[in-house]
């Protein structure tokens, strides 16, 4: 069974500082994580997924394996930050993903 | 290229009756899944179509079945509707299952 935790709910930083958002994983085969980002009043939209290492609007995140995690990384939060974050987990089978529960994130002036 | 676009945006219907919800995938895009996203809660996979045919399933009952079109659109057709089924219907269309999904803006449905 595929299953992506986000233990925090609501998550409030000030700009500025770092923000680090938590997904961990359960899958027994080899899966593909992503980041999923809401705006307000905006369509779901893809950050980054961890095959493509690369760094979005200075965020990243790396798959750790051994303890089957996927957090999401960015050193200096601005205020345009602030928005709605799902971790989702593909699997080897379709294109299915499995999302988390989400994290609120809020990035205060 | 025009976006995933989803209609109606917002609908209200009586426990019993049946909807149908509509997708339009991203233009070139042959593959549509469809997601059910409660009030706070992650969204949670439906099922899938690619290529006019059901790619694979969600647990989710009969009464949630679909459709996808010649020129890729899809429908998502709920029956005997629920109180429960009241939530966020959202639709993601691909290239093929391995390409980023690109989502639409999502069907609010109220179940009264």
């Known amino acids: 069974a595929q299953r992506v935790t986000q233990p925090e709910k609501l998550l409030s930083v000030f700009k500025g500082a770092p923000v680090e958002l938590k997904c961990n994983y359960s899958y027994s085969g080899s899966p593909e994580l992503f980041w999923y980002v809401q705006y307000s009043r905006q369509r779901l939209q893809l950050l980054l997924r961890?095959?493509s290492r690369e760094s979005i609007k200075g965020f990243t995140a790396d798959l750790n394996k051994g303890e089957t995690s996927f957090h999401l990384k960015k050193p200096f939060a601005q205020e345009e930050d602030s928005a709605m974050y799902y971790c989702a987990l593909k699997g080897t089978s379709y294109g299915k993903l499995t999302f988390g529960q989400g994290t609120i994130l809020t990035v205060h002036p | 290229e025009t976006g995933v676009t989803q209609s109606p945006t917002h609908l209200i219907k009586t426990r019993g009756q049946q909807v149908t919800l509509r997708c339009s995938s991203q233009?070139?895009?042959?593959?549509v899944s469809w997601y059910q996203q409660a009030l706070g809660q992650g969204p949670q996979f439906i099922f899938q179509y690619y290529r006019e045919e059901e790619n694979g399933r969600g647990n989710f009952p009969p009464r949630f079945s679909g459709l996808q079109f010649p020129n890729y659109s899809s429908e998502l057709n709920v029956n005997a509707l629920e109180l429960d089924d009241s939530a966020l219907y959202l639709c993601?269309?691909?290239?093929?299952?391995?390409?980023?999904?690109?989502f639409g803006q999502g069907t609010r449905l109220t179940v009264v």
């Open positions: 993601a269309s691909s290239l093929g299952t391995a390409t980023e999904a690109f």
């Open positions: 961890h095959i």
């Open positions: 233009s070139g895009h042959n593959t």
